[in-house]
Structure formats: structure tokens, C-alpha cells
């Protein structure tokens, strides 16, 4: 599951489409975390789509990651600032990739 803790035991590297990049990244086996607010490991992310479909304000969006072990594509938090903590996303994950800061 991904790290609650991940922007402590993590540093920044890279900012990706207004959003903080939690490394380590090792492009294109290691992609660390996306997002703060609400934060998606791409490294344990396997593409499943639930939080695409179910999130009631379409903060994810596709991206493609061609080579990553784990699938070809991610849920990028691309619009986290508009979510309002439902925590939807977080429970229907089947690999417990998102942690979505509700405080
Ligand atoms: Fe969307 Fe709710 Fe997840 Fe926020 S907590 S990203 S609103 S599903
Ligand atoms: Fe990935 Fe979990 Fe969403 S596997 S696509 S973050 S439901
Ligand atoms: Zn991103």
C-alpha cells in the first residue's frame, strides 16, 4: 500500500502537470508518487480504472507509462485541487495505491 507518510520519507523531484512528483524515479520501471492532496503510486498502481470511473469529480486522468512493470498506464490525480474527500477512490483501489489527505 502507499505511504501515508510518503511527504516525509520522500523527497520532491519533479512536478508534473501542476502537481508534486515523490521520488525515487527511475524512468520507466520507477515512477514514484503523483499528486499531495490526493497522491497516487504509480509504482503500485495496475491500471485497474475504479478510481477513474467512481470519483465524482474526475480528478484522475490517464496517462500513459509504456515499460513500468505493473501496467502501461496510470491514474494521474491531474485535478486534485477539486476533490472533496470522499474517499471513494481510496477504498475502491484493489492495490491500495491512493491516500488522499482529508485533513
Ligand atoms: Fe475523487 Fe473522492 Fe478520491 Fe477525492 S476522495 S479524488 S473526490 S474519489
Ligand atoms: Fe490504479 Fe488503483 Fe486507480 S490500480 S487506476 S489507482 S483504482
Ligand atoms: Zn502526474
Redesign the pocket.
Known amino acids: 500500500a502507499i505511504d501515508p507518510q510518503f511527504n516525509e520519507n520522500r523527497e520532491k523531484v519533479d512536478e508534473h502537470e501542476g502537481h508534486a512528483v515523490w521520488g525515487p524515479v527511475d524512468e520507466p520501471e520507477e515512477l514514484g508518487i503523483h499528486g499531495t ?2 497522491a497516487v503510486d504509480f509504482d503500485l498502481c495496475i491500471a485497474d480504472g475504479a ?1 477513474l470511473e ?7 486522468e490517464w496517462v500513459d507509462t509504456p515499460g513500468h512493470p505493473e501496467s502501461e498506464k496510470k491514474a494521474d ?1 491531474a485535478n ?1 485541487a ?9 477504498d ?1 483501489c484493489p492495490v491500495d495505491a ?1 491516500d ?1 489527505d ?1 485533513g
Not at 54 to 60: E, I, K, R, S, Y
Not at 82 to 90: N, S, T
Request: charged share 15%; with cysteine; hydrophobic share 50%.
Open positions: 492532496h490526493v478510481c467512481d470519483c465524482p469529480v474526475d480528478v484522475f490525480p486534485e477539486q476533490c472533496i474527500d470522499c474517499m471513494l477512490c481510496v475502491v491512493i488522499v482529508a
